[in-house]
């Protein structure tokens, strides 16, 4: 008695994909429908990956830390949604104009990558097109820090969070 209900319980669990390539359809179905009982019944915690709620701002202050940055060159630009966009492509034209061999740097951050791109494409228009561009994304970590309202600054929690950017080196052909 005990070896058939154990072996009814075998059959109404999923199969492993060593299993599956012996199955014929009705076992497939059954296999599928017994994993969308798992996902339904499955209750996620709070505490994984999946899910993290933000703390209600009535309770916390939200301080959000700067990103991590190398140490900054002289041939490298930061662009933020808040930077004045015709000082850039001053100084990107200046530097490029003062040291046509050095490559420039361009950098731009979540919002700020729309930005970065139209500059590179300006300079590369300013220079009638004599401007190589090399482009490589990658994403940041960022860390949001929670402070306590009641008491007066009173840390209680970090968040990473992660964030698309975007490099832009921008080389000047010379003419030869």
Request: with cysteine; proline share 5%.
């Amino acid at each position: 008695m005990k070896q058939q209900q154990e072996g009814e319980k075998k059959q109404q669990q999923p199969l492993e994909e060593e299993d599956k390539e012996w199955m014929s359809d009705e076992e497939e179905e059954l296999n599928i429908n017994l994993l969308k009982q798992e996902l339904e019944t499955e209750e996620i915690p709070l505490e994984s990956n999946i899910i993290k709620p933000f703390p209600s701002s009535d309770q916390f202050n939200l301080k959000k830390r700067t990103p991590v940055k190398r140490k900054i060159q002289r041939n490298e630009i930061y662009v933020s949604r808040k930077s004045n966009f015709n000082a850039q492509f001053k100084r990107g034209k200046s530097l490029l104009q003062k040291e046509p061999l050095k490559p420039i740097h361009i950098h731009g951050l979540g919002a700020a990558i729309l930005t970065a791109v139209e500059l590179a494409l300006e300079l590369k228009k300013e220079f009638h097109g004599k401007l190589q561009l090399n482009t490589t994304t990658s994403t940041v970590p960022l860390v949001d820090d929670f402070y306590s309202k009641q008491e007066e600054e009173y840390y209680v929690a970090s968040q990473v969070r992660f964030n698309s950017a975007i490099h832009i080196t921008c080389t000047r052909e010379l003419k030869e």
